[in-house]
Nanobody, 121 residues
């Protein structure tokens, strides 16, 4: 009932920048939390950054380099990634916690399919 579509990944040299976008569509009344995770080959998926109505959080490894923002009117979350390093290479996944309607308070988790980010040295 909800789709998350990421875009903006690609190949960039170390020190470069990329901006990821994730648009949520479907049966959406509200989104309490949106986040970006990443998974490198052979590693577990890890939280990169998350945003709610009151705060943002970042992994220590990206603090000061990445910025997460959100456009509530468009149900879209962005991840501006600056000063990229080879160790940032991974598939980046969008995540959202969605409430369908005002009368049904249950929330549901959704994942995007991921977008590849490759940083060359």
């Amino acid at each position: 009932q909800v789709q998350l579509v990421e875009s903006g990944g690609g190949l960039v040299q170390a020190g470069g920048s990329l901006r990821l976008s994730c648009a949520a569509s479907g049966s959406i009344f509200s989104i309490s939390r949106m986040a970006w995770y990443r998974q490198a080959p052979g590693k577990q998926r890890e939280l990169v950054a998350q945003i709610t109505s009151v705060r943002t959080n970042y992994a220590d490894s990206v603090k000061g380099r990445f910025t997460i923002t959100r456009d509530n009117a468009k149900n879209t979350v962005y991840l501006q990634m600056n000063s990229l390093k080879p160790e940032d290479t991974a598939v980046y996944y969008c995540y959202a916690i969605v409430q369908y309607t005002a009368t049904a308070p249950n929330e549901y988790q959704y994942w995007g399919r991921g977008t590849q980010v490759t940083v060359s040295s």
